[in-house]
């Protein structure tokens, strides 16, 4: 099985900066693309911006020139640093990884973490 573990959401003011941390855990061979998504009441899940193992990024409009994400491939660990938050960034960031497995690849999905932002 494999885990996905996030941290770092909270609440924070308008124009304040937030760093989420996603661990992956368990038993797999490598992991592919890692990435974030959020969700917001009433709204679908989206892409926020995610990463491959060699480094390529991407990222939804919404987020570029405010947010960054990167990986440290050794810690099986995804960053994303948000910063010049606005109210409307308010969602449930969830971690998602494709990882490989002996059998295959399998997709697999962190528990949420909460980010406010005020006004």
């Known amino acids: 099985q494999v885990q996905l573990v996030e941290s770092g959401g909270g609440l924070v003011q308008a124009g304040g900066s937030l760093r989420l941390s996603c661990v992956a855990s368990?038993?797999?061979?490598?992991?592919?693309?890692m990435g974030w998504y959020r969700q917001a009441p009433g709204n679908q899940r989206e892409l926020v911006a995610d990463?491959?193992?060699?480094?390529?990024?991407n990222y939804a409009d919404s987020g570029k020139g405010r947010f960054t994400i990167s990986r440290d491939n050794a810690k099986n660990t995804v960053y994303l640093q948000m910063d010049s938050l606005k109210p409307e960034d308010t969602a449930v960031y969830y971690c998602n990884a494709d990882v490989r497995r002996w059998y295959g690849n399998n997709v697999y999905w962190g528990q949420g973490t909460q980010v406010t932002v005020s006004s």
């Open positions: 990463i491959t193992s060699g480094g390529r990024t």
């Open positions: 368990g038993s797999f061979i490598a992991i592919n693309v």
